[in-house]
């Protein structure tokens, strides 16, 4: 980050936490833009100028290209964000883009940073006061103005997708119970999988997720009545999911839970109601959609 122009980051990086990848850091809208920049330059990081003539220092490598361009394809999926957003949404160019929203705690404000071949936009939307807006998250505020701005530059402006950089690699992906469709994926080379991605075989029914003491956040960013959370099992052929005193199904299906706030107990149960597995995880958050 500190590569990357972020001066503000504190040091060391345990003030933080995990929580620092998931953007708890503040940071300017300046600095993004210089980030994102940088992946859209291959990995070259340069200070932003207000104006053309402006000197600046020269620019410096932070990424390789073949990361840069594997962090490119997965922010320029629309396919993958049609699940949430569906294929039509603010976030959905006519040409060559890659994008990423983000909302912060609260709702006090959001993001949408982006670039085309030729362009980095970002934008912030929020009240200069700090105050939290009300059902507004980064695809309803600040987003429809990145898609208005990117329109505009693109005009009669093309933008196709980036030239593979040597050192990656397309590979097929599949995975286990067809928990995802098989698809074609790009890896840095030496970092693709060798094989269907899921867990080993087992004749002990044991939950494989969640584990225990995970704690799940409503992201305001997606509609609720699109987020699940993934019930999978191993070696549950002949034992039922029962959450909280409730039977949901058997084990040996991977379910989606719509979220519910609170502190939950997932068990894996046979017939003789003898529990063989169980975690305790709890979803944090509201549930009204924006």
Known sequence: MRALGFDGVREPGDFYGPALALGSADVTLWELAAAYHALATGGLWSSLRLAPAEPGPPPRRVYSPAAAFVVSDALADRE??????????????????????????????????????RYTVAVWVGNFSGEPMRNVSGVTGAAPAWLELMTFLHDGVPSTAPVPPPGVRQVPVSFSAATEAPRMEWFVEGTEPTGSNGPPASTM????????????????????????????????????????????????????WPLRPGRHTLQLVD????????????VRGRTASP
């Open 80 to 117: 993958s964000r049609s699940a949430t957003f569906g294929l039509e949404n603010a976030l959905a160019t006519s040409f060559w883009t890659a994008v990423k929203t983000g909302t912060s705690k609260d709702m006090r404000d959001n993001w949408c940073v982006g670039y085309s071949r």
């Open 271 to 282: 017939e003789h109601d003898r529990v063989h597995d169980a975690v305790a995880f709890e």
């Open 205 to 256: 029914p044991r939950i494989v997720w969640p584990v225990s003491g995970t704690v799940i956040a409503i992201d305001p960013d997606i509609p609720v009545t699109r987020q699940r959370v993934s019930f999978e099992a191993r070696g549950a052929g002949d034992v039922r999911w029962r959450l909280d005193g409730l039977t949901l199904g058997p084990g040996a299906e991977h379910l989606l």
